[in-house]
T-cell receptor
């Protein structure tokens, strides 16, 4: 059974704190993604990575950074948490482009609900 | 701007009613299309996907979707919904190598 796990289901932090969200996948997927999910806005891409140590900005990267030191692990970092970063954060992974279009779906983790006070 | 539109934000149906959720996208060229479902308290999971071939795609739990290229649409259907179909449904488009664009979601509530 394929698995994407996230380090915490719920997290409460204070404004200004540095926050680390961890994601691990066990499917040997090349691609990994971080989204935030907000009511009425759907999923918005923060960052993605297509290989170890490679990263690309998504649609809303401001205030976030990422790290991918190992293939299976993709970390999202909030350098200085702010209240407008209160949200549900979803990690996803997918196979690389060489696998073909029929294997393009993303697999999602359970999400981390972050509250910044 | 490139986008994915889900026309219905909230849908309420009685059990056994038929369901159709609309999804339109604004990209040309080759796309991969997906419907994901998020049951209450659970993670997003794939319902079905289209990448080529037969435009009528069948997924899990009796869902199907039809890709109509001329209309840039990928509507989700189910002939008879159940209470357990209560969930939020997301349409998504993969355009290019890495970019996935999601719609804003449709919350479906099925009354027993």
């Amino acid at each position: 059974d394929v698995k994407v796990t996230q380090s915490s289901r719920y997290l409460v932090k204070r404004t200004g704190e540095k926050v680390f969200l961890e994601c691990v996948q066990d499917m040997d997927h090349e691609n990994m993604f971080w989204y935030r999910q907000d009511p009425g806005l759907g999923l918005r891409l923060i960052y993605f990575s297509y290989d170890v140590k490679m990263k690309e900005k998504g649609d809303i990267p401001e205030g976030y950074s990422v790290s991918r030191e190992k293939k299976e692990r993709f970390s999202l970092i909030l350098e200085s948490a702010s209240t407008n970063q209160t949200s549900m954060y979803l990690c996803a992974s997918s196979r690389g482009v060489s696998s073909g279009r029929e294997f393009n779906e993303q697999f999602f983790g359970p999400g981390t609900r972050l509250t910044v006070l | 701007a490139q986008s994915v539109s889900q026309h219905n934000h909230h849908v309420i149906l009685s059990e056994a009613a038929s369901l159709e959720l609309g999804c339109n996208y604004s990209y040309g060229g080759t796309v991969n299309l997906f419907w994901y479902v998020q049951y209450p308290g659970q993670h997003l999971q794939l319902l079905l996907k289209y990448f080529s071939g037969d435009p009528l795609v069948k997924g899990i739990k009796g869902f199907e979707a039809e890709f109509i290229k001329s209309k840039f649409s990928f509507n989700l259907r189910k002939p008879s919904v159940q209470w357990s179909d209560t969930a939020e449904y997301f349409c998504a488009v993969k355009k290019g190598t890495y970019k996935y664009i999601f719609g804003t979601g449709t919350r479906l509530k099925v009354l027993a």
